[in-house]
């Protein structure tokens, strides 16, 4: 099996995912951080903002009709995300890593321009990397195949020669159905460490 490019997610995979301390900051009653997170983050209508048709305040409209007791702390979180995700420092040594075995480095992951804009910080592997798509820049999210094969055009990816990383299931099970090899994250060593075996195999 012969590999030569690696598809990462971002969140969850390249940057933590910090939602449980970014809601906690704002000091609200007990149980409150839970519920706009829920509102929020949780709702179905944050999918919206990765697939980045609709507007920034649309979708908080849409929040805030759900759950209209909660309007003012909805509005007070969703003003500035940052800290929504944060850096990790494992990203750019791996995405550098794996470029040294000349493999060619992608990402493909459902995120939205306002946690992409607001999180710069928590962002800046991407320049390390040789592509790649974010789900609002092409209104379409994971795990619709049509993402999947927007990339493989774009970079004339043969898909028996890639391998794609994502901390959900239901994303890998696509790409597997399209012939890319997959691994599901559970942490960074574990993923890391599958991977070598996978690229010392080919």
Same mark, same amino acid.
């Given at each position: ?19 449980? $301390? ?174 070598? $075996? ?5």
């Amino acid at each position: 099996m012969k590999i030569t490019t690696v598809i990462f997610d971002i969140g969850g995979v390249m940057v933590g995912l910090g939602r449980i $301390r970014f809601f906690n900051q704002f000091g609200f009653a007990p149980g409150v951080s839970e519920q706009v997170m829920n509102s929020t983050v949780k709702s179905v209508h944050w999918k919206e903002l990765d697939r980045g048709i609709l507007t920034d305040e649309e979708v908080i409209e849409r929040f805030v009709k759900d759950a209209p007791e909660l309007e003012k702390e909805i509005r007070l979180c969703m003003e500035n995300v940052h800290g929504i995700v944060y850096r990790l420092d494992t990203s750019i040594p791996w995405i550098q890593s794996l470029k040294e075995r000349g493999i060619r480095v992608l990402y493909l992951s459902n995120y939205s321009m306002k946690v992409a804009r607001d999180n710069e910080d928590a962002m800046d592997f991407l320049s390390y990397m040789d592509g790649g798509l974010l789900s609002c820049d092409y209104q379409v999210i994971k795990p619709d195949p049509a993402f999947y094969q927007i990339l493989i055009d774009k970079y004339d990816l043969v898909p028996s020669e890639c391998v794609f990383l994502d901390d959900l299931e239901a994303n890998l099970e696509t790409a597997q159905k399209l012939g890319i090899h997959t691994i599901l994250v559970k942490s960074h060593e574990q993923a890391k460490a599958e991977l070598d $075996r996978r690229l010392e195999e080919a």
